[in-house]
């Protein structure tokens, strides 16, 4: 298989809301960003891929207008998913392994901001059976907490844990939306409190990918992708074990995760129960370091937090703060949709 | 496995982007083995979202004599999620296409989404990711309205202008202008290709009574498009299996290999935009030539299938593509060498003018050219078709998608 590289990483800081900012003019920012960190321009990559929801955007083809700041004249070899960021370098990469590319340039972004977001996810529920009740993202993720602790698997102080030691690590992080040390707060729906539910806010990210020794040109250490996988389950809560994650374990199989052990996982785990949950399928111990960044309950831009898990991850590598690590993205309610890459820096 | 000394020359970013002077020595061939379409129709009733899609794969499976559980990946596209009022059916829709357990991607890029889906699942299998690839694309229009979710008003920017065709019909009198085309041609494509769906059991528009004077004498709707040269609203899906060599060995019926494949967009306004020939659109025919070693596409290529939602996109398109040089597209279609007994037909299913499940319309177009390597297009056959284009564009013209089918593997 070819080597394929993250060779660069650039993020928004996150904030509950960008009134003041466009799409396009969220985007520009990290997409000069990234180009910058390779001094390579638009011109010099060989295909783009972004991920977006026009549902967020609350338009139809809203994906085109941040095309746009791409800068994509003359033409350029572009594709779009309907999917989180994370899916977007999942294109890209395989795009690099035909060996048709060399680099790849990969964006995702979303406002929350301007419709209530819940309600919005609502949205991606069965229509005929389901999403008619309009069951919230939170009231679903609390099923499955609530499941978590009839299984014996967590309780409400070990997911405060959880929460707080993710806002403790996002004290490091600039981009972060909530940072330090916060109260958990009371029930939004229990058992899960504010401080186990993502805070609501908009964001960007884009990373580079390049093959080979082109990836050694562009970057001192590339975050080597080593394998990467990505597996679905069923949509229904009823017919799935909420305790467990399948599809998280199976794509770190696929992914060679579990070939040797990692040293930093980045986990995109909106809610603090389902950290739990990933955990255990990842067969992550406590010898791994779990969300540096504090993770998706520092900042939870919607269809940018995965792309965020595997340029953090990245990061950590090219500062030669991580050897090997994995990465995750999440879509769906309760987890349904996994995606895991292993990332390694070379021998420092 | 890197790749070694493959490259062409670095940094050469002509029209055509650094991507189209790339070899790719490594790739595995993709063959087509299985092809499967609903019934299009205005409204299936009968069936969920689901259901629809699930009827399609079926199909690509029986076609391919293979079983959900030989499929290791699905790729899914259509367009915007506003048209059926679900956000990310894909996920909804895992169960129905047996994904559960498999990866599931999403494509969506616009109205050239269904050739860019195929895009895609074809990729996974010549980077080896994958072996054999389910890829579907659909659109169930009648769950909600096409026209008004591409017309939701965002401020500061200009609104579609109440659908598709009032933002294409100035480009189409701006080609007439320039071509100096008389104005008859649009329905001659029309006729043709209602014409030609009549042969196509599972065309949305089965117009017995058709007639040039019919088409000729229906309302005008956005001027110079006419009712009758503009495309329908319709349910429906389609599928395809995707597999590597040894996959293709084992098909049943005779497989379509891909000999190239490309995307190319551009931004949506801007000064220097032709909306008649967008330069995204030669540039993704001129990659998808080169991979597939075609010099004359004229006399090379066999048959069509091009995305024409209003007739005029017909000559439009044929000069785009380099079937005729500028100016002289109209030409080619009003001496008949595009109809189905011509010497170059284009869309002899019918096309998006007499089918458009939109999201799934650039997958069709996909398909109906494997069918007619493979000779399996029935009554719309083209005979002894070899190699076959299939073509979607969306958004303003600035979105293209395209591959090149042959009856016989890749050489090299």
Redesign the interface.
């Known amino acids: 298989m070819r080597e394929v590289a993250i060779v660069a990483f650039a993020q928004t800081d996150h904030r509950r809301s960008t009134d003041d900012l466009s799409e396009v003019e969220m985007v520009m920012p990290v997409l000069h960003g990234v180009l910058a960190q390779t001094g390579l321009k638009a011109s010099d990559i060989d295909f783009t891929c972004s991920g977006s929801s026009d549902y967020l955007a609350g338009r139809a083809f809203s994906f085109t207008m941040t095309l746009d700041g791409v800068g994509a004249w003359p033409p350029i070899s572009e594709s779009h998913v309907e999917m989180d960021g994370a899916w977007a370098l999942y294109e890209a990469w395989v795009k690099l392994l035909t060996g048709e590319a060399d680099t790849a340039l990969v964006y995702s972004y979303g406002k929350s901001s301007p419709g209530v977001v819940r309600d919005v996810l609502t949205r991606q529920l069965d229509p005929y059976y389901v999403a008619p009740l309009w069951p919230d993202s939170v009231a679903l993720a609390a099923l499955q907490a609530q499941a978590l602790i009839d299984a014996g698997d967590t309780g409400e102080p070990a997911l405060a844990e959880i929460a707080a030691r993710s806002r403790g690590a996002a004290a490091d992080n600039p981009h972060a939306q909530l940072r330090g040390a916060r109260p958990q707060g009371g029930y939004v729906v229990q058992p899960l409190r504010t401080g186990d539910c993502p805070p609501v806010g908009d964001g960007a990210a884009a990373v580079v990918l390049a093959a080979g020794d082109r990836a050694r040109e562009l970057c001192g250490r590339p975050a080597w992708i080593r394998g990467m996988d990505h597996r679905i389950e069923a949509h229904s809560l009823g017919v799935r074990d909420l305790t467990d994650s399948p599809s998280a374990r199976l794509a770190a199989e696929r992914a060679g995760a579990f070939e040797r052990p990692v040293d930093t996982a980045e986990l995109h785990a909106p809610f603090s129960s389902q950290e739990v949950v990933l955990r255990k399928a990842l067969d992550l111990g406590d010898d791994v370091r779990v969300n540096p960044s504090g993770g998706a309950l520092a900042a939870n831009p919607v269809m940018a937090a995965g792309l965020i898990r595997l340029g953090e991850a990245a990061a950590r590598i090219h500062r030669g703060e991580s050897d090997r690590a994995l990465a995750h993205a999440t879509s769906g309610p309760c987890l349904q949709q996994n995606l895991v890459a292993v990332l390694e820096g070379e021998a420092q | 496995?890197?790749?070694q000394g493959?490259?062409g020359p670095r940094?050469a970013?002509?029209?055509q982007?650094?991507?189209?002077s790339?070899?790719?020595?490594?790739?595995e061939p993709v063959a087509v083995v299985g092809i499967g379409q609903t019934h299009h129709v205005a409204a299936r009733h009968d069936v969920?979202?689901a259901g629809l899609v699930r009827e399609a794969a079926r199909r690509a499976l029986d076609d391919a004599q293979l079983t959900w559980s030989d499929i290791d990946a699905v790729v899914i596209g259509k367009?915007?999620?506003?048209?059926?009022?679900?956000?990310?059916?894909?996920?909804?829709?895992?169960?129905a296409l047996g994904?559960?357990?498999?990866?599931?991607?999403?494509?969506?890029?616009?109205g050239s989404v269904g050739g860019?889906t195929a895009?895609?699942a074809s990729?996974?299998v010549?980077?080896?990711?994958h072996r054999t690839v389910l890829t579907l694309a659909f659109e169930k229009q009648s769950?909600s309205n096409a026209m008004w979710?591409?017309s939701?008003p965002?401020p500061?920017?200009q609104p579609l202008l109440a659908g598709a065709g009032g933002f294409f019909a100035p480009h189409v009198r701006a080609y007439m202008r320039r071509a100096g085309a008389p104005d008859t041609v649009g329905s001659l494509v029309a006729y043709k290709d209602r014409r030609n769906a009549l042969k196509n059991p599972y065309a949305h528009l089965h117009e017995k009574d058709i007639t040039l004077e019919k088409v000729q004498a229906s309302p005008m709707l956005w001027d110079p498009i006419r009712y009758s040269e503009t495309c329908p609203s319709s349910d429906g899906a389609c599928a395809m299996v995707l597999t590597d060599r040894a996959g293709a060995a084992r098909s049943p019926q005779p497989p379509a290999w891909v000999h190239g494949g490309?995307?190319?967009?551009?931004?949506?306004?801007?000064a220097?935009k032709d909306f008649v020939s967008?330069?995204?659109g030669k540039?993704?025919a001129a990659?998808v030539y080169r991979q597939a070693g075609i010099t004359d596409p004229r006399r090379e290529i066999d048959a069509v299938e091009m995305y024409v939602p209003f007739s005029w996109y017909e000559p439009m398109w044929l000069e785009n593509l380099g079937f005729a040089a500028e100016g002289e597209g109209w030409k080619l279609t009003e001496s008949g060498v595009t109809e189905l007994d011509g010497d170059l037909p284009v869309n002899p299913s019918g096309g998006v003018l007499s089918t458009n499940p939109i999201g799934a319309s650039g997958m069709i177009r996909f398909a109906e050219a494997a069918l007619q390597v493979r000779g399996q297009a029935g009554e719309h056959q083209v005979d002894g078709a070899r190699k076959a284009l299939g073509h979607a564009y969306g958004?303003?013209s600035?979105?293209f998608s395209m591959w090149l089918v042959g009856s016989e593997p890749p050489t090299g």
């Open positions: 496995m890197s790749r493959a490259a940094g970013a002509g029209p982007g650094a991507a189209g790339r070899s790719a020595a490594h790739k969920s979202i367009a915007p999620d506003f048209f059926e009022g679900v956000m990310m059916p894909e996920l909804y829709l895992a169960d994904a559960v357990g498999k990866p599931m991607m999403r494509v969506h890029t616009a860019s895009l895609v990729n996974l010549a980077a080896r990711v769950e979710g591409l939701l965002v500061f920017q490309a995307m190319r967009s551009e931004p949506t306004l801007f220097g967008p330069q995204a540039d993704c990659d958004g303003g600035q979105f």
